[in-house]
């Protein structure tokens, strides 16, 4: 008996291929998006966990010189005091154009890394006076080493797959070398058995800080709220596939519905139904979940890269380009597909279960149940001011994700009330017969083409709100450059002295030499990075200050007062006006707030005088150069030569604003595919809804057609049906999607990256995105009105005859 | 204290290697470094400082000493260097690698430490005059090696002490070119054995004030195990009528190779041939998860020694980077005295 049951159930399937195919496909979108953004989040945290492991990060307390590096002296004291430290050397090493990080640790004293410890016990452990002595031994990643081989001058490579990506890791003194900072640590490491006396650091080294191991820059909690972001796009495809399977799963039990009236005549119990349709949907489920989460691969493997890229180049995090495959997201993938599955579907199925044995075929009594909709518009309103409630009650970037999903599930719910209404009034305004039944045709059509225009309407607003804040970030960032990057050349010179050289050899030639001084502090709220500026009109003219108060560039060359940067300014809550306090012993009037998108940590400036009273060791080996902007290209390549300088160390403003602008594009591609995908996925949801209701458009259609219209005009009035629907949809959407677009802004952004920016409206975004919709509705319509024109009229005239 | 040829051990800079090697691995090869040779004339004080063109190189020290209150205490400070390349360079690339060792034994507890450094950056090293072996804040130091403070420290435990020797040098095998092994391996080998002790020692429960004598080791080779020697015991001991004797015995798979010095309240030495004195273990103890003789039977007829030799505690194992076991030994049978022992390669 089951055997036939299942055969009855499967023959369905046989017979609409194409909605077997709609419905996988639908899965395996949704599956697919999830998944891979799943992965692309897992690869990105496992890259994190393995750098911490791999460098021993945030393991231990450090040591720091806020002033710039530590003397090799400085070290040797603290030994000789008792003190079980170990130094480490790093930075930046450019290799044929790409920038690697050089790690150079005491091998000697710093804890065995994997890496190191790997390589000992390997078959051929390199010789000890290898590694320690000239030219030494490099130890990188498999990836890079084609790079490196490829480069002359380097010492000798040693291959390990225990070291994060785009890192060099090697013996502090053959780092010093090829870094060119002799005798300069970058920061100490204290060991964890201390002997039982020390002396304190304030006797013996007074000008180093203490930065325990809890309070160092944490990548995972850096670039947490990037990866939020990332998951709530997930979410937000896997939503709108899931309409498409809501659609297609109502549909099929809908046609089965007579076959199921036999089945249950003939002494099926309902019992047994219900468990072999949850069987068959569990294995329809895990068919497209495999295929999503091969999709998902891909598309994961496709994104990564530019993830990593902007991962990179915002927070520095190390993330491998390359996606494996992670037990984690493939099982959470195949469990979304299996529980979405049965969410779209527990509706459906709860109605089959109810179904009176006696009941009609008709398709009618399935439509009508999404007739409540001034209810669901009521629970749309609440789950709206639910999310506002959230942020204005909480706060902090998930009640700003709160707010953001209740916006939209609340006016996606909203939406069938809101449409129906609109067509009360056209249809109210209606002349002749024609047009009125088109109107109330197409009301009684809203309710099962309403999860279609729902998910149309998600898709539609969370494309107008991400492209609006990406184009008003774009637009704030291509201005904030042009402000922040005055200087036509940026130089910096091997050290203080070659500084004070270049200086005065390119006094007389230019307008202006601007010197770029920073240092690190260890700050209160995180470390915070001091800069000194002399004073020039540059800044006066170009400074890109958000809030300042009077005399504020006076005040500042003054030394009295300091500008911090937007992120300071909102994490910590100070505005103008306010008291920061530099270090303990240093505090300033805060004067201004200037916009900053280069990097998420906090930042201030100073005036040149104080920042050699703050930190008087700050290098002086950096300057941005004003000179007219047609001489900057000859005037780089003389001071090239002069200095001898390399290639990186003279830098125009075009290159490095066409970099910046390069992170920053790569930063939301992967934003912008998401979104066009969900709009593909949208598009597919009507077209499924669309398809649904074809099968009982024929009772409809037939009296009109028998009335008189032809069968041509009928198709038309299809495909304007469904172009309409979808331009009310879109209009609904674009108050929606500016919404979202302000939340996105002035709430998420603030949140997540500590700076509000200014938003833009871009009408003309809008007016292609409402091509695109009603491209995507025509395409979706033409189908059923190909059918319809096609249709012989013995089917419609059938419709008479037929009994139901 | 020839034997304490470790010193491959430094190839620990990179740590694992010589764990992985084991002590077989010290009878590498000596190339590019210079050889022991017979009839070397010491310079004083030259020769108290370091050699960089000799692989291996030590100062180490041991002390028997006493509390107030009669309680015997063992500690050990040891400085060791490892050249990998023969010649020394200043910075971070300096081939000398150095690594201390410390520890102090009381009748039921081992406190053990270890530093490691190279040379080149003043974080360790060796001046002959004034004389100072330092790595970290530990150090050795005086006018000359005759009169030196003498302070270590660990996580749980230090010491401050005074050494006054009252006795002179003492060079083992021909005139202080010891032999290792029937193949002629060889080290330069003298000591200072005289030195009397005092000062503080700082343990978890409180400081504690102790005397007694000390023994200081000063040895250094390129090539200090023959191919087929995996470890060794070695002696030194103190007997209470004022004679001392250094006696080893390398354990080769094919035989093992032994010598010793008789030295004389006066400080003149005897040196004793290969296979005079006899070694049997009495004891073993589960030390470390191995079986170590904690007792040992010392036998030397030309001297009517037939001696006991027995661990102050079982426990001294020094679990360091190599390990092994270094601990005080108290002596019974036709002498009496205390001394120390070392063992490795168990």
Do not use: C
């Amino acid at each position: 008996m089951t055997l036939t049951v299942i055969q009855a159930l499967a023959s369905h399937w046989r017979a609409h291929s194409l909605q077997l195919a709609t419905l996988l496909i639908g899965l395996a979108l949704a599956t697919g998006l999830w998944s891979a953004v799943q992965a692309i989040n897992a690869e990105a945290r496992a890259s994190y966990d393995r750098a911490a492991d791999q460098l021993a990060l945030g393991r231990f307390d450090e040591l720091h010189n806020p002033a710039g590096p530590i003397p090799l002296s400085r070290y040797v004291e603290l030994r000789r005091a008792g003190w079980q430290v170990a130094a480490v050397l790093e930075g930046p090493l450019r290799v044929q154009g790409q920038a690697l990080r050089v790690l150079g640790v005491d091998m000697v004293a710093y804890p065995a890394l994997p890496a190191v410890t790997q390589m000992e016990q390997s078959g051929t452990p390199p010789d000890p006076a290898d590694m320690l002595t000239s030219p030494g031994r490099l130890l990188t990643t498999p990836v890079l080493e084609p790079l490196l081989a490829g480069q002359t001058g380097l010492p000798p490579i040693l291959i390990s797959d225990a070291l994060p990506p785009d890192l060099i890791l090697t013996d502090i003194g053959v780092a010093e070398t090829l870094l060119k900072k002799p005798g300069e640590i970058s920061h100490l490491i204290i060991l964890p058995d201390q002997p039982g006396s020390i002396p304190p650091l304030s006797t013996i080294a007074p000008e180093l800080e203490r930065v325990p191991a809890q309070e160092q820059l944490d990548t995972a909690q850096l670039t947490d709220s990037f990866h939020l972001n990332l998951s709530a796009f997930g979410l937000l495809s896997f939503a709108v596939g899931l309409f498409i399977v809501h659609g297609t799963v109502g549909l099929a039990f809908a046609q089965r519905r007579g076959m199921i009236r036999t089945l249950r005549a003939l002494g099926v119990s309902m019992r047994r139904l219900v468990w072999l349709i949850m069987a068959e949907l569990s294995v329809l489920a895990i068919v497209g979940g495999v295929l999503g989460l091969v999709l998902g691969f891909f598309l994961a493997g496709a994104l990564l890269p530019d993830v990593a890229a902007s991962l990179r180049g915002l927070y520095g995090a190390p993330v491998s380009g390359q996606i494996s495959l992670q037990p984690q997201w493939a099982l959470s993938g195949l469990a979304m597909a299996l529980g979405g599955t049965f969410l779209a579907s527990g509706h459906a199925l709860y109605r089959l279960s109810r179904m009176p044995i006696l009941s009609s075929a008709g398709l009618q009594a399935w439509r009508s149940a999404a007739s409540g909709s001034r209810v669901v518009a009521l629970a749309g309103v609440v789950a709206i001011v639910g999310g506002i409630l959230a942020l204005l009650l909480f706060g902090g970037l998930v009640a700003g994700f709160v707010m953001v999903a209740g916006l939209l599930v609340g006016s996606a719910l909203v939406l069938p009330y809101a449409l129906s209404r609109v067509l009360i009034l056209f249809q109210r305004s209606a002349k002749g017969p024609i047009a009125q039944w088109v109107w109330s045709d197409m009301r009684a059509q809203l309710p099962g083409l309403s999860l279609a225009l729902m998910a149309l309407l998600l898709a539609l607003a969370a494309n107008i709100g991400v492209g609006t804040m990406v184009s008003s970030f774009r637009l704030t960032f291509t201005g904030w450059l042009d402000q922040r990057l005055t200087s036509e050349l940026y130089v910096t010179a091997a050290s203080d002295q070659q500084g004070q050289d270049i200086a005065q050899w390119l006094n007389p030639q230019v307008d202006a030499i601007l010197p770029i001084r920073n240092v690190e502090l260890a700050h209160s709220s995180g470390p915070l990075f001091l800069y000194g500026i002399i004073d020039d009109k540059t800044y006066r003219e170009k400074w890109p200050l958000i809030s300042s108060s009077e005399r504020v560039w006076d005040r500042f060359h003054d030394g009295t007062a300091v500008l911090i940067n937007e992120q300071l300014a909102r994490r910590e809550n100070l505005w103008p006006g306010d008291i920061l306090a530099i270090t303990p012993a240093d505090t300033l009037t805060i004067a201004g707030v200037y916009s900053d998108y280069g990097n998420p940590t906090g930042q201030a400036i100073v005036s040149m005088s104080q920042l050699d009273q703050i930190a008087p060791g700050a290098e002086a080996r950096r300057f941005g150069v004003r000179v007219a902007p047609d001489r900057a290209t000859d005037l780089a390549q003389a001071l090239r030569d002069e200095f001898d300088l390399p290639r990186r160390a003279v830098v125009q403003q075009a290159a490095m604003k066409a970099q910046s602008m390069q992170v920053f594009e790569k930063t939301f591609v992967v934003t912008s595919a998401l979104n066009i995908l969900t709009l593909g996925v949208a598009g597919f949801a009507i077209l499924t809804s669309l398809l649904t209701l074809w099968t009982q458009r024929l009772p409809q259609i037939a009296p009109v057609w028998a009335l008189g219209l032809t069968r041509s005009e009928l198709a038309k009035l299809e495909v304007l049906r469904s172009v309409l629907l979808a331009v009310l949809t879109a209009l609904l959407a674009l108050p929606l999607g500016l919404a979202l677009a302000w939340a996105l802004l002035a709430v998420i952004n603030v949140e997540a990256f500590g700076w509000r920016l200014p938003m833009y409206l871009f009408p003309v975004d809008w007016v292609y995105l409402l091509g695109l919709t009603l491209l995507a509705a025509t395409v979706a319509a033409a189908l059923p009105a190909a059918r319809l024109l096609r249709l012989p009229p013995a089917d419609l005239l059938k419709v008479f005859a037929n009994e139901r | 204290m020839n034997v304490r040829i470790w010193l491959l051990i430094l190839l620990l800079a990179v740590p694992g290697i010589a764990r992985a090697q084991g002590y077989a691995g010290l009878g590498g090869s000596a190339e590019g470094f210079t050889v022991p040779q017979p009839d070397y004339t010491f310079q004083f004080p030259q020769d108290h400082g370091p050699h960089p063109d000799y692989r291996i190189e030590w100062w180490y020290l041991t002390a028997n000493l006493k509390s107030e209150d009669g309680r015997d205490y063992g500690i050990q400070w040891t400085l060791f260097r490892s050249a990998l390349k023969p010649h020394e360079v200043e910075g971070w690339q300096s081939p000398q690698i150095w690594m201390g060792h410390s520890a102090v034994t009381t009748p039921d507890k081992h406190y053990f430490a270890e530093r490691l450094s190279r040379g080149g950056i003043g974080q360790a090293g060796v001046t002959a005059t004034p004389f100072e072996a330092w790595i970290d804040e530990w150090h050795m130091r005086g006018s000359d090696p005759n009169t030196v403070s003498l302070s270590a420290n660990g996580a749980d435990f230090g010491y401050d002490l005074k050494l006054q020797a009252n006795g002179p040098f003492v060079f083992h095998g021909e005139n202080g070119y010891s032999v290792k092994s029937g193949d002629g391996q060889a080290s330069y080998y003298y000591s200072q054995p005289f030195y009397e002790v005092q000062g503080v020692l700082r343990l978890p429960d409180g400081d504690v004030a102790v005397t007694g004598q000390g023994w200081l080791d000063r040895e250094w080779s390129s090539q200090p195990l023959a191919a087929d020697q995996s470890g060794w015991d070695w002696f030194s001991l103190s007997f209470d009528d004022g004679d001392k004797m250094m006696a080893f015995r390398l354990r080769g798979e094919r035989s093992d190779f032994t010598a010793a010095t008789w030295i004389a309240a006066d400080g003149t030495t005897t040196a004793i041939p290969n296979g005079s004195v006899a070694f049997e273990p009495l004891t073993t103890a589960p030390v470390a998860g191995r079986d170590v003789p904690v007792q040992w039977r010392v036998t030397l007829p030309t001297r009517d020694l037939d001696i006991e030799v027995s661990a102050l505690t079982p426990d001294a194992w020094m679990a360091t980077r190599l390990e092994y076991w270094e601990g005080p030994v108290q002596i019974s049978g036709s002498h009496s005295g205390r001394g120390y022992l070392e063992m490795t390669g168990y």
